[in-house]
């Protein structure tokens, strides 16, 4: 079969959009490619396909182990032989498919980063040869992009181990010094990757910027836009204390919604998920975590509550409305007040080289108290009893991220396995990476007072040819 063949039989489509035909052809001819194409218009499509003609294996790289289930399970339902290995299996899950995986079944395999550490999947995956390699998120790998992940740094050694197969990088979001370190870290040459850019231009996005002051005015603007945009909408906040808040607002305003955020337990944040999915007019108030696997055509509103850290995760959120095409509504609500949120979060985000070497020599040398006392004990140790300092939390993710720790202290089998990492006491890199975060909130300030057609200044940030008179924002109508 051919691609049109391949198109409409699995996925039931008679066209490609966009540049998806250009960039599968790209695959075929096993040439490597970096793909920037907005949310929901198609990115999976673009390695999926290829797949489906390859002889030997496509191995997907992913960050979201929560999707992983969700786009295996879409490919079953098309009869494409497709699975997934992370730690949400169990042991014996596991081993049956690393058995399956040596034995030559699957034609795609998504597996996160991390998997890459286990010699028991490494000695099953030296038993196919992989023809693909589709790396997903691929912001991820730079460290100068907005979700930075080190394990992503050490794709170019996993493209090594694969035997250098055709590379496929994609990403709704990459200004242009992000593309360039993309391209570094995959080992590969500028001249020898097509990048295909989808550009970020949504004319059906009405983007709109207000200037308020207070729970009052923010409460006013929010039903505001229910009642001009009837439909399914999502107001996302920066913090669960505030959403909480303004859930018992909208409930004293009779005002039906779901809330999705962190503290909810994994199965009623599915649920929440299923309902909004599955329902029409649903308002759901929602942390940033609330966007994968959200792929939802009649989003008719977005709005912002609480002003986000970057015009990348701005955009990435505003991206889910308006699928279908038609007019959607994008709110930011600006308020001064909600900028000393993202200043803290980014200096606990940004402990200091000192910080990380206090806690490896804990770990190294008390690590039985730390997990008998739990993490309360260890911010006594490391905080002097601060409660809202949360740099303590930020640092044990980034020592099990550079491979530093393995298990947690929750479960009380927190272990230490390697040595600190150089870059976790190199001030020099951490303060240029707390600078670099700065910059970022700054421009989302600059974006939202400024008097910029809205979709110019975007298309500026990630480097586009800009726009004039979009005549869709506040700023051109």
Known sequence: MNIHEILKKYYGFSEFRGQQQEIIHNILQKKHALVIMPTGMGKSLCYQLPALMLE???????????????????????????????????????????????????????????????????????????????????????????DFRPDYSRIKNFRELMGNPTTVALTATAIPEVQNDIIRQLGLKHEDVTIFHEGIDRPNLLLDVKDIWGDESKTHEILSVLRSYPGNGVVYFSLIKT??????????????????????????????????????????????????????????????????????????????????????????????????IHMDFIKWNNPEAEFYQRLFHILAEDIQQVNAYGIEWLKEKMLYKSRSDYRLETALRMLERYGVTDGDIEHKNLTVIGSLSEKLTDQEYLSEKLMREQKKLHSLVLYAKGGQCRKAFIHQYFGLPLKENCGSCDICK
Request: glycine content about 6%; some cysteine.
């Open 56 to 146: 030997d294996l496509t191995v997907v790289i992913s960050p979201l182990v929560a999707l992983m289930k969700d786009q295996v399970d879409g490919l079953h339902k098309r009869d494409v032989d497709a699975a997934y290995i992370n730690s949400l299996l169990s042991g014996k899950e596991r081993k049956k498919r690393y058995k399956d995986l040596a034995a030559g079944k699957f034609s795609l395999l998504y597996i996160t980063p991390e998997r890459f550490r286990k010699q028991d999947f490494l000695d099953s995956l030296a038993y196919r040869k992989v023809a693909l390699l589709a790396v997903d998120e691929a912001h991820c790998i730079s460290e100068w992009g907005h």
């Open 243 to 340: 959403l909480k808040k303004f859930s018992e607002y909208l409930t004293n305003s009779k005002v039906k919604h779901l809330c999705y955020h962190g503290d909810l337990e994994s199965q009623d944040r599915k649920r929440v998920q299923n309902i909004f999915m599955a329902g029409e007019n649903n308002l759901v108030l929602a942390t940033n975590a609330f966007g994968m696997g959200i792929d939802k055509d009649n989003i008719r509103f977005v709005v912002h509550a609480e002003i986000p850290g970057s015009i990348e995760s701005y955009y990435q959120e505003i991206g889910r409305a308006g699928r279908d095409g038609k007019i959607s509504k994008c709110m930011l609500l600006y308020d001064e007040q909600d900028l000393l």
